[in-house]
């Protein structure tokens, strides 16, 4: 079945460490998007990839970096830069930036 | 994009319309009307979306008033798993923003 695959649901992290989330999707999407959602709270935009080898900041970008080197693929890095990386992390994908976004099942992360 | 308002929660019973209310006064004519829900620690679900007309679905109908400046979602027979939180969002051309949507309460 098509759809998007985030990896792992649960990642704990030490803090001063860098830590990547996977983002997949086999929708042949051109666009990928990167969100963070704290308890409570609507999504906030952190990266978005219009095609491949391109990409763009959203609200929140500071302390994320991402890279989009594949169509499937669109990994999230959490750095240490970012202070308060506790959050539920959320990915997309559409044909493009109008219509309706697909998006995974997220993966929480936390802080030792 | 314009912004939307809508309720923090609402209450409906089961097996009765649930209707979820969007105020998007400042909506430009090139904008959707998209409807999104998230059901408690996944992602978020498309339901509908519109641009003027009213439109319907497997999963819900959307009414759009007549000078685009709100729209109400209709669950037609609400059930314990639509129990979740409703976006409402204003789409052109600009990238998709979520606000803190409806969370929608399903009564047994």
């Known amino acids: 079945d098509g759809g998007i695959t985030q990896s792992p649901k649960y990642l704990f992290r030490k803090e001063g460490q860098n830590v990547t989330l996977s983002c997949e999707q086999n929708?042949?999407?051109?666009?990928m998007y990167w969100y963070r959602q704290d308890p409570g709270q609507g999504l906030r935009l952190i990266y978005y990839?219009?095609?491949?080898?391109?990409?763009q900041k959203g609200d929140i970008a500071e302390g994320y970096s991402v890279s989009r080197e594949k169509k499937e693929s669109f990994p999230l890095t959490v750095t240490s830069a970012q202070k308060n990386p506790t959050a539920f992390y959320l990915c997309?994908?559409?044909?493009?930036?109008?219509?309706?976004?697909?998006f995974g099942d997220g993966t929480r992360l936390s802080i030792l | 994009d314009a912004k939307t308002t809508q309720p923090p929660s609402m209450d409906c019973a089961e097996g009765r319309a649930a209707n979820l209310p969007c105020n998007h006064s400042?909506?430009?004519?090139?904008?959707?009307v998209y409807w999104y829900r998230q059901i408690h620690s996944q992602g978020p679900q498309y339901i509908i979306h519109?641009?003027?007309n009213n439109e319907t679905n497997e999963m819900a109908s959307l009414i759009i008033t007549e000078d685009r400046k709100s729209s109400t979602l209709i669950l037609p027979h609400a059930t314990l798993r639509d129990t979740a939180v409703y976006y409402c969002?204003?789409?052109?051309?600009?990238?998709?923003?979520f606000g803190k949507g409806t969370r929608l309460h399903i009564l047994p």
């Open positions: 969002i204003a789409v052109g051309d600009d990238k998709i923003i």
């Open positions: 997309a994908s559409s044909m493009d930036t109008t219509l309706p976004q697909h």
């Open positions: 519109g641009l003027k």
């Open positions: 990839s219009q095609i491949v080898n391109d990409f």
């Open positions: 400042t909506i430009s004519g090139n904008e959707y």
């Open positions: 929708l042949n999407h051109d666009a």
